[in-house]
């Protein structure tokens, strides 16, 4: 299963061609704490002038660069820009000369998509927060709950096993004051006191905070999901190079304005964005079809 973080560099892979386009990197040679306002690189000649820097994921503006030293100076101001986390930096971190795509940015994006695909393709979620007590009238689940797929309890067997609950009733409009998500489950039938209560819904998904965190795991997404949420990701980012070309200050957007059009990257959003749509549907068919819900069941 991908992490967030391989999502993250599939995502920027795409919008370089892969190898196509390289940006001008260098190494940190210097510790940097969330307050420094200098820093050693290895290769000065690396970061260009002044302008903005990645370090890590933290973007940095630099004033002025010591080519002798190779030391870089920042601001009072300068740290955290555009959004960015203000982090501190180990010697050997990667230093990015102007990122076309700043990773903390893909990041964002990525996770922005993810909450866009919520309300078109529900996630395949778990909740297991509840054991059995014979003294409650109905049991809290997550907000959010749009159906219910399943619902199972451990029997204290050996080995355990989880058995399938036959009689329950879905409340999407709860007393808060009893049930703080307004979402209770009614069970009807006899269970063990104390043994766990597995409910599998559908949901909205949960966003993606740690390079490790899995795509499949924290999101409730099939796997399936993370290449349909990469080209929806760089759809949005594509679009970044076009809409700079709303003020063309410089002679670098001039000249590229004489050998890419104009429309370049909207073109190439819009079909990035069009492969999305046809893959949400695909993907919307397959998960309701897979995992019909209730919001109530008496079965046998």
């Known amino acids: 299963m991908p992490s967030f973080l391989e999502l993250v560099e599939e995502t920027l892979d795409l919008l370089s061609n892969w190898t196509g386009e390289q940006?001008?990197?260098?190494?940190?040679?210097?510790?940097?704490?969330?307050?420094?306002?200098?820093?050693?690189?290895?290769?000065?000649?690396?970061?260009?002038?002044?302008?903005?820097?990645?370090?890590?994921?933290?973007?940095?503006?630099?004033?002025?660069?010591?080519?002798?030293?190779?030391?870089?100076?920042?601001?009072a101001w300068g740290r955290a820009q555009r959004s960015s986390t203000p982090a501190a930096h180990a010697v050997g971190a990667r230093v990015t000369a102007t990122?076309?795509?700043?990773?903390?940015?893909?990041?964002?994006?990525?996770?922005?998509?993810?909450?866009?695909?919520?309300?078109?393709?529900?996630?395949?979620?778990?909740?297991?927060s509840n054991t059995v007590d014979p003294s409650k009238l109905a049991y809290p689940v997550p907000a959010g709950v749009r159906g219910v797929v399943s619902i199972d309890w451990a029997a204290p067997l050996s080995p355990p096993q989880w058995v399938p609950v036959t009689h329950w009733r879905l409340d999407?409009?709860?007393?808060?004051?009893?049930?703080?998500?307004?979402?209770?489950?009614?069970?009807?039938?006899?269970m063990t006191t104390g043994q766990k209560i597995k409910v599998v819904y559908l949901g909205d998904p949960a966003p993606l905070v740690a390079d490790s965190d899995d795509f499949a795991t924290v999101t409730?997404?099939?796997?399936?999901?993370?290449?349909?949420?990469?080209?929806?990701?760089?759809?949005?980012?594509?679009?970044?190079?076009?809409?700079?070309?709303?003020?063309?200050?410089?002679?670098?957007?001039?000249?590229?304005?004489?050998?890419?059009?104009?429309?370049a990257a909207m073109t190439a959003s819009r079909f990035l964005r069009q492969e999305f749509l046809q893959r949400v549907a695909t993907e919307r068919r397959r998960v309701l079809q897979r995992y019909p819900t209730r919001l109530h069941?008496?079965?046998?």
């Not at 809409?243 to 002679?251: D, K, Y």
Request: charged letters at 20%; aromatic letters at 4%; one cysteine or more.
């Open 99 to 128: 990122p076309r795509y700043p990773r903390h940015r893909v990041r964002k994006t990525i996770n922005q998509v993810v909450r866009m695909l919520g309300p078109d393709l529900p996630a395949v979620l778990v909740d297991e």
């Open 172 to 190: 999407t409009r709860a007393d808060v004051a009893d049930y703080p998500s307004g979402v209770a489950l009614t069970v009807g039938e006899v």
């Open 297 to 300: 069941y008496e079965g046998v």
């Open 23 to 75: 940006a001008q990197m260098c190494t940190l040679a210097s510790t940097m704490d969330t307050a420094s306002l200098s820093f050693v690189v290895d290769q000065a000649d690396k970061l260009g002038g002044t302008g903005m820097v990645e370090v890590d994921e933290e973007l940095v503006f630099v004033d002025s660069i010591d080519a002798n030293s190779a030391t870089a100076s920042v601001p």
């Open 220 to 263: 409730g997404y099939d796997e399936a999901v993370a290449d349909l949420v990469v080209t929806a990701a760089a759809s949005r980012l594509v679009l970044a190079p076009d809409l700079a070309r709303v003020q063309q200050s410089t002679v670098e957007q001039s000249d590229r304005s004489a050998t890419v059009p104009a429309s």
